[in-house]
């Protein structure tokens, strides 16, 4: 049956030549080993993702230190309080490895038996509109996809990921739980789908650059804020948050509705105060290895990392030649 093109649909990745090279190998036996050891019970899979989280702290001088600012600036922590929060966070992050496994390769059966408990489901249960769904980056995000999916039937954006393999992967996984995915160049097929009826997960708590953003206070300071969930609500679509916390060993899913406001800086506002609320509840599961205040009136505020700096600039040009 051929679906109308404004229809929420998935693609399948296509597997290309690229996939199969030289500098490819290293990543293919990588995930091959991951996959194997998400076999193992959920309890050893986070055990040895604290030992993976601790030895990440060790060698990631750079990450360690823009962690270590945005909590600071954040939550206002300091000396031995800060300290213990960004090595609980790079725990965290290595416990995301083995959630991010589970999530693309566990079945339901395995994913049902995880503790997971959900407050407020029927807001968007009973929705019979298009809603948009948004999430925080929490370093359990790829599992929250697919906890979030077992309740609902969810369409999406990603962000297409530098490492080909990575990308194949996590398409051709997610395609198995999520209904229709897009990545981050379709915002109006996205509106589209939205229009239709689909609830659309988008995470707007980072900093996407000024282009798209506003100025809005995060944590009492001024961040690059997405202005696309604000342009939706002021059209009258109705935006959702869903949070997905860790506490206490249990999956906590908590949807809350956002008020539609005409003004774009007062739901932009609303919207941050919201994920600041849902980040304190959990805050060692936050990415904060994200440059959340990049693009910021104070000026750099990040350590120079000009090595990575390069090869996004490489990067960049490559997509502008093709």
């Not at 944590?219 to 202005?227: E, G, K, L, R």
């Not at 809350?256 to 060692?284: C, G, Q, R, S, V």
């Not at 990415?287 to 990040?302: C, N, P, Q």
Request: charged share 25%; proline share 3%.
């Amino acid at each position: 049956m051929n679906l109308p093109k404004s229809a929420a649909q998935n693609k399948n990745p296509i597997f290309s030549r690229d996939l199969i090279s030289l500098k490819s190998i290293a990543t293919w036996f990588g995930l091959f080993i991951l996959r194997i050891i998400s076999l193992l019970p959920y309890k050893m899979l986070m055990v040895l993702g604290s030992i993976l989280g601790r030895l990440l702290y060790r060698i990631s001088p750079h990450r360690r230190q823009i962690c270590k600012i945005n909590i600071e600036r954040c939550l206002g922590l300091q000396n031995e309080q800060l300290d213990s929060l960004v090595k609980l966070n790079f725990e965290a992050t290595g416990r995301g490895v083995f959630e991010t496994a589970l999530a693309w390769w566990s079945s339901d059966n395995k994913i049902s038996n995880l503790k997971i408990n959900i407050t407020n489901g029927d807001i968007l249960k009973n929705s019979n509109e298009g809603v948009l769904v948004l999430i925080k980056h929490s370093t359990h995000l790829e599992l929250d996809l697919r906890l979030l999916a077992n309740f609902f039937d969810l369409t999406g954006m990603f962000k297409t990921q530098t490492n080909q393999v990575i990308n194949y992967v996590m398409i051709k996984a997610r395609n198995n739980y999520i209904k229709g995915s897009l990545t981050n160049k379709e915002a109006l097929k996205a509106l589209r789908w939205i229009r239709n009826g689909e609830n659309f997960v988008y995470a707007a708590d980072q900093d996407y650059g000024s282009k798209v953003s506003a100025s809005i206070p995060f944590f009492s300071h001024p961040a690059a804020t997405v202005t696309f969930p604000a342009l939706l609500s002021k059209k009258g679509t109705q935006v959702i948050m869903a949070d997905v916390s860790k506490l206490n060993g249990t999956y906590e899913i908590d949807l809350m509705k956002l008020e539609n406001f005409d003004n774009d800086h007062d739901f932009l506002t609303a919207m941050n105060l919201t994920y600041e609320e849902y980040i304190k509840k959990e805050p060692e599961g936050y990415l904060w290895t994200h440059r959340r205040f990049k693009t910021s009136d104070v000026g750099a505020i990040y350590p120079n990392w000009s090595s990575r700096d390069k090869k996004r600039a490489k990067r960049r040009l490559k997509r502008e030649l093709d």
